[in-house]
């Protein structure tokens, strides 16, 4: 079973950056698209941004474009999110899924795509 644990969650300063990691024990990271989701208190979980199992392709929501970066490193298991310019909107619970996938290059964008969830790590983003 593939078991994923998100951690760098804080409280931070509006214009502040912050980098949450996802680590992914008992499985091979390069096997595994992944990608990040957020959700606030009395929202939907939406997507934030995801990443291709080769690294080479990656997407994003709109709100995030040209703030936020997904990177992995598969030699360390870990996928990291890169947030930067923060706002209060930002504020949410993130969590980091992964799917097994063939393509190397195919980004998922959608919830039910994925198979595993990590716990979430909160981002807490103040005025």
């Known amino acids: 079973q593939v078991q994923l644990v998100e951690s760098g969650g804080r409280l931070v300063q509006a214009g502040d950056s912050l980098r949450v990691s996802c680590a992914m024990s008992?499985?091979?990271?390069?096997?595994?698209?992944m990608g990040w989701f957020r959700q606030a208190p009395g929202k939907e979980r939406e997507f934030v941004g995801g990443i291709s199992r080769s690294g080479g392709s990656s997407d994003y929501r709109d709100s995030v474009k040209g703030r936020f970066t997904v990177s992995r490193d598969n030699a360390k298991n870990t996928v990291y999110l890169q947030m930067n310019s923060l706002i209060p909107e930002d504020t949410a619970t993130y969590y980091c899924?992964?799917?097994?996938?063939?393509?190397?290059?195919?980004?998922?964008?959608?919830?039910?795509?994925?198979?595993?969830w990590g716990q979430g790590t909160q981002v807490t983003v103040s005025s």
């Open positions: 899924a992964a799917v097994d996938m063939i393509s190397i290059s195919y980004v998922a964008r959608q919830r039910r795509d994925y198979k595993y």
């Open positions: 008992r499985r091979t990271l390069s096997n595994y698209a």
